[in-house]
């Protein structure tokens, strides 16, 4: 995607000798293999870390190539810098990068795919990086909406699931004072069931469920209400009763 981050990183890679053609990506070295966004990545995401510059500008430089490579592999090196010896990164520059890509009108499915398997699957993270791209903001998300805000609220609570009951209940509570983003807070609950590491309080989940403002043909509501009912925690801890509650729901 065209940013300025974007344009930065394409020229940071014209400096590695790298440059994109009608089809791909090639590389000085080997000027007759065509390279995939993903190869890119993979080759010089990581070398980003390495570069003479503070903390702060490696961040932002890396951001950049995910603008413009949109792969998920930068993610992960982004991850691997925060964690590594010269970690962590400066958690400022870090979460605004990810913010600012959760509300651009563009898909952000390396930012989601991001956020839900590397930081929210993992519980020495999930809480510090939910609400630094959601919790700490939803009062002002609900008070004061605007269309970049409400995108990331969304895509933020569809990929929850993973994050802890506790640490996320608050956040999926007062975003029910907001319609736009029922369904949202729905695909969440889903997800918190479905999803392997996926984690909620079936009561608590039941009661927020009941709340929701949603067409009454949503798919999944009617089996989802009655696992819920059922005290039913995570798909993977109860196997066969979502099937038992769809086929009682059809």
């Known amino acids: 995607m065209k940013t300025q981050a974007g344009e930065a990183a394409g020229r940071w890679l014209a400096d590695q000798g790298v440059r994109r053609v009608r089809d791909g990506w090639v590389s000085n070295e080997e000027l007759d293999v065509l390279l995939t966004a993903n190869q890119v990545a993979h080759s010089w995401a990581g070398d980003v870390f390495a570069e003479d510059l503070d903390a702060a500008d490696q961040v932002r430089l890396a951001f950049g190539l995910l603008d413009l490579l949109d792969d998920y592999w930068v993610t992960c090196e982004i991850r691997f810098a925060h964690a590594g010896a010269e970690g962590p990164l400066p958690p400022d520059v870090l979460w605004d990068g990810y913010r600012q890509r959760l509300e ?11 956020l839900w398997v590397d930081w929210f699957e993992d519980h020495a993270t999930s809480a510090t ?3 630094e791209v959601l919790g700490n903001d939803i009062d002002r998300v609900v008070a004061e909406p605007s269309e970049a805000m409400l995108r990331r609220a969304g895509r933020v609570l569809e990929c929850s699931g993973p994050v802890r009951w506790t640490v996320k209940e608050r956040t999926y509570r007062t975003a029910m004072g907001l319609p736009a983003l029922h369904a949202a807070v729905f695909r969440g609950l889903l997800a918190s069931f479905h999803d392997v590491y996926g984690d909620l309080e079936p009561t608590a989940a039941l009661a927020l469920l009941g709340r929701l403002i949603l067409p009454t043909e949503t798919q999944h509501l009617a089996a989802l209400r009655h696992v819920l009912a059922a005290g039913h925690r995570n798909h993977c801890r109860s196997p066969g009763a979502w099937d038992d509650a769809v086929r009682f729901c059809s």
Not at 104 to 114: G, K, P
């Open 104 to 114: 651009a009108d563009r898909d952000a499915a390396a930012v989601t795919y991001s």
């Open 129 to 131: 990086a939910f609400a």
